[in-house]
């Protein structure tokens, strides 16, 4: 039987297959599999999310429901002195991801067997990201939502895409309730992707907020 990309022990047949990937000069090798979200190629909400994203070179970067890896492992690789941490419920995704991140040359990837932000219970993030699991319910793309700001640092970034004609306007605006800003920073091929900063109360040194309580 065929299961989702977010069942935590698939057993679907293994067959596993080679991704090649470029962004922005660099190519990428990925290793991908069946039961993990988008075996075949690097699916267009990804591709969109990663147009959208800043990352600074000493950024901590969180990738929620990682998959195979390419959003963190290619976050990782514009963080040379900072790391991204790679969490998925599903044990096929986690050791895709860690392979991939070998397969890559880079040291600075962790990957985290769980669901959404319990494997990072009480650490922040300069950046979290994320292409939710449209499939696995509302409700678990909500809690990915409301969790985020605990997980991020004073005026840390959280980015979001989803398709458009599931749902992305409602997410975003979701988004907006619960961070209290949000902006579309991206838009194409049939998905959207929201940003919001998290809110802070007195200038932080990088020009954004800090939180005298963070």
């Known amino acids: 039987m065929t299961q989702h990309y977010f069942s935590e022990r698939p057993r679907t047949r293994s067959h596993r297959r080679t991704v090649r990937f470029s962004f922005r ?7 991908t599999d069946r039961a993990v979200f988008s075996h075949g190629a690097v699916d267009r ?3 969109l999310l990663l147009e959208a994203l800043e990352i600074g070179p000493t950024d901590t970067v969180l990738d929620v429901g990682c998959g195979y890896g ?11 002195g900072g790391c991204a941490v790679l969490t998925d419920v599903n044990e096929r995704a986690v050791a895709l991801s860690r392979d991939n991140a070998r397969r890559n040359g880079l040291a600075n990837v962790e990957v985290l ?3 959404g ?45 989803a398709r458009t004609g ?24 049939g998905f959207r992707v929201y940003k919001a900063v998290r809110a802070c109360s007195r200038p932080c040194r990088n020009g954004s907020a800090e939180s005298s309580g963070s």
Do not use: C
């Open 25 to 31: 000069g660099r190519a990428f090798l990925f290793e």
């Open 45 to 47: 909400g990804t591709r």
């Open 70 to 80: 390419v959003i963190g492992i290619v976050a990782a690789s514009a963080a040379p």
């Open 113 to 115: 067997l769980g669901a």
């Open 117 to 161: 932000y319990e494997p990072v219970r009480g650490r922040r993030f300069d950046v979290i990201a994320t292409n939710p699991p449209i499939r696995a319910g509302r409700g678990v793309v909500e809690g990915i939502i409301e969790g985020a700001p605990e997980h991020l640092k004073p005026g840390g970034r959280f980015y979001l895409v």
């Open 166 to 189: 599931m749902g992305a306007k409602t997410l975003g605006r979701i988004v907006a309730r619960i961070f209290g800003n949000a902006e579309e920073v991206e838009r194409g091929g």
